[in-house]
């Protein structure tokens, strides 16, 4: 994200290869224009609702509030880069790029209506009012004025905000579209010549390091959604606008299918690099949003081929570059597996979207747990309790966190704040963009299914109230999930239809769901992992009950982790908390303006060993009372779940100032005993990724 760092770190070693010979499978590059410009998009499997259709409850709603009180929800008060960026008449901007507010505007309109809340609703509508009443003449959206400082990145963004604020506020929707169809005609023009506002040329300064070529596709969810809903006798200029953006970015070396290829695609990758591909691929942000990159052309063209590199996309990240917590690891690029790498919360946060948003069209069951296992760990794992602070990178293994004493050589592009919970540790992307993971996880919760039905395919509290065709359906989910194992749904219907409840891939085939009818039975999901369940006319209530037992991933050098359910679970560690005055990104003190009583860096130390090694065969469930659930919920003793795992303290190294890759033969130095493990998102320093030794019976039972 930190693009003048990168143009500093990376410039010398950019290898943008233009004639290399790919794999065989690799796909086509050539354009697909020319397509008639009134075919049908292809339909996603599972189709989304309308934001605000979906009511967050229980824990969650807690969560969205605690959000809407912290950082997020106050930045427009407050913060420069919101409260002052250029796009409402202000000044400030922390790149070229000018993509703070239109991020921020992303994730703060769908929590605004997530949550029906009006102080933010104000907020998003007097940000919106503002940058439409100042669109351009030409139609261009956004404070730039001259050709060279134009880049379409940021209004990628800013447009997949409108849509949203559309489909929850109808009265808005006509000077929505208005505004958008006026910019499609400036942005088709403008990449007409010669890809102008896409890739850069002399004498221009709007996107030295090519993000917007190879985000491109980005602009393709709301522009599908304008041309499906709004197209207004231009449904071939949005199509053709569409295919001018893909093929930018074919002419930027910068097409996600010459990437996503088996024997392409980097197992382990280290600087320099010798690749056929511009290293910006490896850039972890931009994988998490290049994972959309083909089904966005697969909408259009109806390649099978697209569809099928997704599930190839998806394999070779999981296999290679996917992290104990779900998102990627990657600071700000990738390398390898070890616990001692970062990965960015922005990379997080897209990967909450990517993952929800991939299930849409594949259907495949594991991508719903990948989006629940990003969503409950690495979210999480990386933003302050209270919401007002948050990291810039996670480590699967942080025994403390702090500005780190040394220059972080492990890191690729992250100075020694990046593991720092702040208001803007190392580059202030996360401080605007974190917000979107929980609002978009909420609006993708409920899915609307081929056959007409309803799916609860992200398992947390929430209500749907909805029209299937013309039958009214209301779905209340009630649920401590993934706290808890047991969902109860009370749902009231018009007419007949068919409810869907998705079934973990990690749930034990003796789990059993209870029906309408009051019978109880063992769950037999689809291959998809779907539950279906026949509602009756009226008031049903249904419940899922799920069974699991902890499950011991291995990595290498003989090393594991834990999980228990979707949870990920790391050694609990006593820490001394205190709070510094912020540092901004840039090293000094951030302005007073920009500051509120409330916005402090964090330094957390542990009071208790970390160093240990652990024997996975020897694992107890620890399960508290779960009818209430404490508030912040992602705090250190608050989930109601641990776990007890044998384990004793090793010597343990470090380096760069924090712990050293686990250590190949661990040197015991001390007794066994019985280790409190606790969610990993709930443990804002922890150790996950440990080293495996065998040891004697230890007792669990405290």
Same mark, same amino acid.
């Given at each position: 994200?930190?693009?003048?760092?990168?143009?500093?770190?990376?410039?010398?070693?950019?290898?943008?290869?233009?004639?290399?010979?790919?794999?065989?499978?690799?796909?086509?590059?050539? @354009?697909?224009?020319?397509?008639?410009?009134?075919?049908?998009?292809?339909?996603?499997?599972?189709?989304?609702?309308?934001?605000?259709?979906?009511?967050?409850?229980?824990?969650?709603?807690?969560?969205? @509030?605690?959000?809407?009180?912290?950082?997020?929800?106050?930045?427009?008060?407050?913060?420069?880069?919101? %409260?002052?960026?250029?796009?409402?008449?202000?000044?400030?901007?922390?790149?070229?790029? %000018?993509?703070?507010?239109?991020?921020?505007?992303?994730?703060?309109? *769908?929590?605004?209506?997530?949550?029906?809340?009006?102080?933010?609703?104000?907020?998003?509508?007097?940000?919106?009012?503002?940058?439409?009443? %100042?669109?351009?003449?030409?139609?261009?959206?956004?404070?730039?004025?001259?050709?060279?400082?134009?880049?379409?990145?940021?209004?990628?963004?800013?447009?997949?905000?409108?849509?949203?604020?559309?489909?929850?506020?109808?009265?808005?929707?006509?000077?929505?579209?208005? +505004?958008?169809?006026?910019?499609?005609?400036?942005?088709?023009?403008?990449?007409?010549?010669?890809?102008?506002?896409?890739?850069?040329?002399?004498?221009?300064?709007?996107?030295?390091?090519?993000?917007?070529?190879?985000?491109?596709?980005?602009?393709?969810?709301?522009?599908?959604?304008?041309?499906?809903?709004?197209?207004?006798?231009?449904?071939?200029?949005?199509?053709?606008?569409?295919?001018?953006?893909?093929?930018?970015?074919?002419? +930027?070396?910068?097409?996600?299918?010459?990437?996503?290829?088996?024997?392409?695609?980097?197992?382990?990758?280290?600087?320099?690099?010798?690749?056929?591909?511009?290293?910006?691929? /490896?850039?972890?942000?931009?994988?998490?949003?290049?994972?959309?990159?083909?089904?966005?052309?697969?909408?259009?063209?109806?390649?099978?081929?697209?569809?099928?590199?997704?599930?190839?996309?998806?394999?070779?990240?999981?296999?290679?570059?996917?992290?104990?917590?779900?998102?990627?690891?990657?600071?700000?690029?990738?390398?390898?597996?070890?616990?001692?790498?970062?990965?960015?919360?922005?990379?997080?946060?897209?990967?909450?979207?990517?993952?929800?948003?991939?299930?849409?069209?594949?259907?495949?069951?594991?991508?719903?747990?990948?989006?629940?296992?990003?969503?409950?760990?690495?979210?999480?794992?990386?933003?302050?309790?209270?919401?007002?602070?948050?990291?810039?990178?996670?480590?699967?293994?942080?025994?403390?966190?702090?500005?780190? +004493?040394?220059?972080?050589?492990?890191?690729?592009?992250?100075?020694?704040?990046?593991?720092?919970?702040?208001?803007?540790?190392?580059?202030?992307?996360?401080?605007?963009?974190?917000?979107?993971?929980?609002?978009?996880?909420?609006? /993708?919760?409920?899915?609307?299914?081929?056959?007409?039905?309803?799916?609860?395919?992200?398992?947390?509290?929430?209500?749907?109230?909805?029209?299937?065709?013309?039958?009214?359906?209301?779905?209340?989910?009630?649920?401590?999930?993934?706290?808890?194992?047991?969902?109860?749904?009370?749902?009231?219907? +018009?007419?007949?239809?068919?409810?869907?409840?998705?079934?973990?891939?990690?749930?034990?085939?003796?789990?059993?769901?209870?029906?309408?009818?009051?019978?109880?039975?063992?769950?037999?999901? #689809?291959?998809?992992?779907?539950?279906?369940?026949?509602?009756?006319?009226?008031?049903?209530?249904?419940?899922?009950?799920?069974?699991?037992?902890?499950?011991?991933?291995?990595?290498?050098?003989?090393?594991?982790?834990?999980?228990?359910?979707?949870?990920?679970?790391?050694?609990?560690?006593? @820490?001394?908390?205190?709070?510094?005055?912020?540092?901004?990104? #840039?090293?000094?003190?951030?302005?007073?303006?920009?500051?509120?009583?409330?916005?402090?860096?964090?330094?957390?130390?542990?009071?208790?060993?970390?160093?240990?090694?652990?024997?996975?065969?020897?694992?107890?469930?620890?399960?508290?009372?779960?009818?209430?659930?404490?508030?912040?919920?992602?705090?250190?003793?608050? *989930?109601?779940?641990?776990?007890?795992?044998?384990?004793?303290?090793?010597?343990?190294?470090?380096?760069?100032?924090?712990?050293?890759?686990?250590?190949?033969?661990?040197?015991?130095?001390?007794?066994?005993?019985?280790?409190?493990?606790?969610?990993?998102?709930?443990?804002?320093?922890?150790?996950?990724?440990? *080293?495996?030794?065998?040891?004697?019976?230890?007792?669990? #039972?405290?």
């Amino acid at each position: 994200m930190a693009s003048s760092l990168i143009a500093k770190a990376f410039t010398a070693s950019l290898l943008i290869s233009t004639g290399f010979a790919l794999p065989q499978e690799t796909l086509t590059r050539s @354009s697909f224009r020319g397509r008639d410009s009134k075919s049908d998009l292809i339909q996603p499997v599972y189709q989304s609702f309308p934001l605000g259709t979906i009511k967050p409850r229980g824990w969650f709603k807690d969560q969205l @509030s605690l959000e809407a009180d912290g950082l997020a929800g106050n930045l427009y008060d407050f913060y420069r880069y919101v %409260h002052d960026s250029m796009w409402i008449g202000g000044s400030s901007e922390y790149s070229v790029l %000018h993509e703070s507010s239109p991020y921020w505007f992303n994730s703060i309109v *769908p929590l605004a209506f997530g949550l029906d809340d009006p102080r933010l609703k104000g907020q998003v509508y007097a940000y919106m009012d503002y940058v439409l009443d %100042h669109q351009q003449d030409d139609g261009w959206l956004g404070p730039e004025t001259t050709p060279e400082t134009r880049g379409l990145w940021a209004r990628c963004y800013f447009l997949v905000g409108l849509m949203q604020y559309a489909q929850a506020d109808p009265t808005q929707t006509e000077r929505i579209v208005d +505004a958008m169809h006026r910019y499609i005609q400036i942005a088709n023009s403008m990449l007409k010549d010669g890809f102008a506002g896409l890739i850069e040329k002399e004498g221009q300064d709007y996107d030295g390091d090519g993000f917007g070529a190879m985000r491109a596709h980005e602009m393709h969810i709301p522009l599908q959604w304008l041309y499906e809903n709004h197209p207004r006798n231009s449904s071939q200029l949005i199509w053709e606008t569409m295919e001018l953006m893909i093929e930018g970015s074919v002419a +930027a070396n910068s097409d996600w299918r010459t990437y996503w290829v088996k024997g392409v695609y980097p197992e382990v990758t280290y600087t320099p690099r010798n690749e056929p591909f511009k290293d910006l691929f /490896n850039h972890g942000v931009n994988m998490a949003e290049g994972l959309r990159y083909p089904l966005s052309i697969y909408r259009m063209t109806h390649d099978e081929a697209l569809k099928t590199q997704t599930r190839t996309a998806v394999d070779l990240l999981s296999q290679y570059h996917r992290s104990l917590a779900g998102t990627i690891i990657g600071d700000e690029f990738i390398t390898d597996l070890n616990p001692i790498r970062g990965a960015e919360l922005c990379t997080a946060a897209e990967m909450t979207f990517s993952m929800a948003y991939i299930h849409q069209y594949l259907g495949d069951n594991d991508l719903a747990d990948w989006a629940e296992q990003v969503a409950f760990n690495a979210v999480p794992g990386s933003i302050f309790p209270d919401w007002w602070s948050h990291q810039y990178v996670q480590q699967e293994n942080q025994p403390w966190s702090r500005n780190l +004493a040394v220059s972080p050589g492990m890191w690729v592009n992250v100075g020694s704040r990046g593991n720092v919970f702040g208001l803007e540790p190392n580059y202030p992307c996360c401080t605007v963009n974190h917000g979107q993971a929980y609002p978009k996880f909420l609006a /993708n919760s409920f899915t609307q299914t081929q056959d007409g039905g309803i799916a609860h395919v992200l398992l947390i509290p929430g209500s749907i109230t909805t029209s299937l065709d013309n039958n009214l359906v209301s779905i209340q989910a009630d649920t401590m999930y993934p706290f808890g194992m047991n969902l109860k749904y009370t749902i009231l219907s +018009a007419a007949e239809f068919s409810f869907y409840v998705r079934i973990p891939g990690w749930a034990d085939p003796s789990s059993t769901v209870t029906g309408p009818d009051g019978k109880t039975s063992k769950v037999s999901p #689809s291959d998809q992992g779907l539950q279906k369940i026949s509602i009756r006319r009226g008031l049903s209530t249904v419940t899922v009950n799920l069974n699991t037992e902890p499950r011991v991933v291995t990595r290498a050098n003989n090393t594991a982790a834990i999980y228990y359910g979707p949870l990920l679970y790391s050694l609990h560690i006593d @820490s001394n908390v205190s709070t510094v005055p912020p540092v901004a990104f #840039s090293g000094d003190a951030v302005p007073s303006t920009s500051t509120t009583s409330h916005t402090h860096d964090h330094v957390i130390e542990p009071e208790s060993i970390w160093n240990v090694a652990i024997d996975p065969s020897q694992i107890r469930v620890a399960q508290a009372d779960v009818s209430t659930l404490a508030n912040p919920i992602w705090d250190l003793n608050a *989930p109601p779940i641990e776990l007890r795992v044998a384990a004793v303290e090793i010597d343990w190294p470090l380096e760069y100032d924090t712990a050293a890759d686990p250590p190949l033969k661990p040197n015991i130095t001390g007794r066994p005993f019985s280790a409190r493990f606790v969610p990993f998102g709930s443990a804002k320093i922890h150790m996950a990724h440990l *080293p495996v030794v065998q040891m004697a019976k230890v007792d669990l #039972s405290n």
